[in-house]
């Protein structure tokens, strides 16, 4: 049971003003949805949840938790595998599921305007039904996750290998900030109809992009939307050499020619299939590394140019892997089954993942240096190995090749006796090799922070200190996280 | 979750999966499939497997054990033929498949793979 503050009665009769009794609830069954995640994070003991619908009710919800000094924690679905929205110092959680409007769509200056309880499947659903012109790009998660959410945790999409992690579609938001007080960064700050960038002004956009909700609370968003193309090529790869593989790789991303390439072990491609858990392992004989690359062109003559300097790419990968194999992802997923092209198919529901109740990954961007990425890839398969767990490594170039981002999907079952805390071992022996190699865990867990505050240069500790001070006197936001206790 | 059947190396899994769709969905297919007793090796350039065919029911395993019919061939072929860009005959002739056992029921095993390219 959560530990209730002295004034709980109180707090719980005035969050009930703002949004109504039906959006407010203490009750320790619907709490306990919001005390975990799939992770192998500790749970937390939220007080409350609160659903508010408008920008003005997460205004007095902020207002609120100020003078009570209550914890306030922004939560959509909850599905970002790194313990973010699981309360470290109880409180409330700010559950934003409500706020799920698409605001506007403009179609000059190409973006999208949306609330924060906006996910995958609606802006799916939206594009493809009312603007196919233009396309979004998704991660490898459900359809119900939160859009907004991916962008301001620096998330990687379909179509980050060409332009970077989510934060960079951002051209603008609006927030609550811990005070109180509704802030827009970005062009939206001056014009109410133009939210087309960040540029060229004072860019606050940092102040809320890998913050983990610990500087205020998004309430809109405008994220670009970039053309969709008439032709679309997807291609599905078979290999077995890692160094000639990932320069391929490399080699193909710095041709500018790709919208997504995917470099992942076979293992992957298993569980994605829904071989069981503690089966998706690579087997003697088997190929060791699959790929997927998406390509699209304007027009035929295009298509044909970037589809012959792939295969001529995959020609060079072939004289070091002779057995190597290249084809289209229909064919491949005729000759091996159509959950092979779930991968193309996002967001989805990848039922291989999910369903064991526990799921982690350390997921990190990286060098791209093909000798650290290698060394990097074996070492992390060893300890994998020994703590006993699947090697499903999913990896990306991102923004054109400036900076790799390497992840390990580990699932894993919550009901097996003592999974959960060999699950915490390995995660934690894998962040630190890696964390060596010059790998930064995105979506930070807060136990890997503490370890990178102990070798992070101590005056950007003490910067991000102060601006947090700043911002949250109170520190009423998510807190606990990157040392601010 | 729907219980995974099969069994789980690349290749084995998907052509399990395969046949088993194509027996579900294309009742020619199933009868033909369920009147077949053959046991097909594909010896692919990454590794051997067999194919059981036994009268209403099959099996794809990695163990080989009297087969009926050896076809050793690349995987990158395989996905050609899917692809469209050649055919099983075509490869046999260019000895890109080369039949090593069972010649005389080549015309089985073209039915078997006929049906899961189309």
Known sequence: MPQKTENHAQIKEELEKIVGQDWVSDF???????SYDMTESPPGEPE????????????AIVEKANEYEIPLVPFVAGANVGGLTIPLKGGIIVDLKRMDRIIRVD?????IILEPGVTFGHIRKLLDEKFPQFVYCYPMAPPFTSVTANALQDGLNSLSLAHGCMSEFINGIEAVLPTGKVVKIGTCA??????????????????FTGWQGMTGIVTKIALQLWPK?????????????????????????????????????????????????QKAVHLEGEPRWTGFIDFSANSKAEYKAKLE???????????????????????????????IGDIARLPINLKGMLEYGGLSWLGSYFTTKTETVVKGIHIAFEIIKKHGFETCLYTRMMRGGHFYALRFLLRFSKENEGEIERMRNLTKELFEALFEFGAFPYKTPKWAQDIILQKADKNWIELLHSIKKSLDPNNIMNPGRWGMD | MEEFKGPTDIFGMGLYYVISKNIKDFSKYRDFINNLNLNLVLELNYYPLM???????????????????????????????????????????????????????????YKVFSQLVS
Request: with cysteine; glycine share 4%.
């Open chain 1, 48 to 59: 409350f949840v609160i659903m508010p619908n408008t920008v003005e009710e997460v205004q």
């Open chain 1, 309 to 339: 300097l792939i295969e001529a790419a995959f020609k060079d990968l072939r004289k070091d892997d002779s057995k190597a194999s290249l084809s289209t992802l229909e064919a491949a997923s005729k000759a091996l089954g159509p959950q």
């Open chain 1, 190 to 207: 001056c014009w109410d109809e133009h939210w087309w960038g960040r540029y060229p002004m004072p860019d606050l956009l940092g102040l």
């Open chain 1, 229 to 277: 193309k008439p032709f679309r090529g997807m291609l599905f790869f078979l290999s077995n050499e890692l160094t000639p593989s990932y320069e391929m790789v490399r080699k193909i991303t710095h041709y500018e020619i790709l919208d997504d390439l995917l470099f992942m072990s076979l293992e992957t491609i298993k569980m994605i299939y829904g071989v069981p858990y």
């Open chain 2, 51 to 109: 194919i059981k065919f036994q009268k209403e029911s099959f099996e794809v395993t990695r163990e080989i054990e009297k087969p009926d019919v050896i076809m050793k061939f690349d995987v990158q072929d395989l996905l050609n033929i899917v692809e469209g860009k050649t055919g099983i005959m075509r490869l046999i002739l260019k000895r890109r498949i080369r039949i090593k056992k069972g010649f005389t029921k080549l015309l089985k095993v």
């Open chain 1, 107 to 111: 179609v000059d200056d190409m973006y």
């Open chain 1, 28 to 34: 320790p069954e619907e709490l306990h949805n919001y």
